[in-house]
């Protein structure tokens, strides 16, 4: 089941390096300072002519013998939130960590389909997976912070690719971003460890900003905080939103409905005694939440099942 979104023209490309010394081209890149364009606030997205920025075409997931997901073909656009829900199991991780190729190093994991990130193949052969990760951050469920400071933690993976420059600077303009700087300004050398896990994760959050990616993939990024940590986590996505493309997987119908201007319901599909994670509606979030067209997405979003 796919959603079409109209692609607005094509921006400049930009070239990147890519494992054989060759290079391939990944399409643009936002400007981490780069200034919000007008863009309607969460739930008033209009399905205007918007760029997309992933096309997944068909795509079926394995590993090994059992498959997670199967013809998942839906077009994110740009600077949309978009949410993936569904009940446990039916591959909304799965789904997310293929479009950073976060999946590649799993035993066994096979994807069959395709998967265009500005227009590019994001599994063409000669696409460096480090550089896929540079441009599409990704924030997990769990905060994860190193076991460094606070400023070393923002800083480590523009060290890392040897963005070096101004790094003070940086620092602050990602603990900026993830609505973090005021808290932590006057104790950037403490460990990341004394923050609590509201201010944890919003450190993981400036640490995936902090390199300017184009795109934040985010996997259930405030089931272990509280309501208030939560709610912070929440706005913190809807300002962010001007400046990346976010995914969010999320396991709460109200987070999705306040926050996501698009939302994808996957399931889980039994045939010949095999369950399969399966996309069963795309839609505006207002959509999904008022109007679905599928009963499948009307009975877990009322809470009946799942
Ligand atoms: N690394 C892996 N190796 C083998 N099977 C996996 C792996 N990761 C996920 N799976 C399987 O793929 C299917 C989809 O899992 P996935 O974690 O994507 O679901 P999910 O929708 O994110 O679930 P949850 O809501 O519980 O996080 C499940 O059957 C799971 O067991
Ligand atoms: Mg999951």
Known sequence: MSTEVTDAPSTPRQR??????????????????????????????????????FDVRDISVSYGASTAIAGVSLKVPRHL????????????????????????????????GQILYHGNDLYAPRVDPVEVRRRIGMVFQRPNPLPKSIYDNVAWAPRNLGMKANLDERVER???????????????????????????????????????????LLDEPASALDPI???????????????????IVTHNMQQAARIADRTAF?????????RTGALVEYDETSTIFTRPKDPRTGDYVTGRFG
């Open 229 to 247: 940590a939560t709610a912070s986590i929440e706005e913190l996505m809807l300002n962010l939103k001007h400046r990346f493309t976010i995914v």
């Open 174 to 216: 990602a603990l900026r971003g993830a609505a973090l700087w005021e808290e932590v300004k006057d104790r950037l050398k403490q460990s990341a460890f004394g923050l609590s896990g509201g201010q944890q994760q919003r450190l993981c959050i400036a640490r995936a900003i902090a390199i300017e990616p184009d795109v934040l």
């Open 16 to 53: 990147v390096r890519i494992q054989t010394g060759e290079r391939e081209d990944l399409g643009a890149r936002e400007p981490a300072n780069g200034t919000a364009p007008a863009l309607a606030g969460a739930g008033q997205a209009k399905p205007a002519a918007r760029e997309t920025i």
């Open 81 to 112: 939130i978009t949410a993936l829900i569904g009940p446990s199991g039916c591959g909304k991780s799965t789904f997310l960590r293929c479009l950073n190729r976060m999946n590649d190093t799993v035993p066994g994991f096979g994807l069959t």
């Open 266 to 274: 996957f399931s889980l599909e039994v045939s010949a005694g095999k």
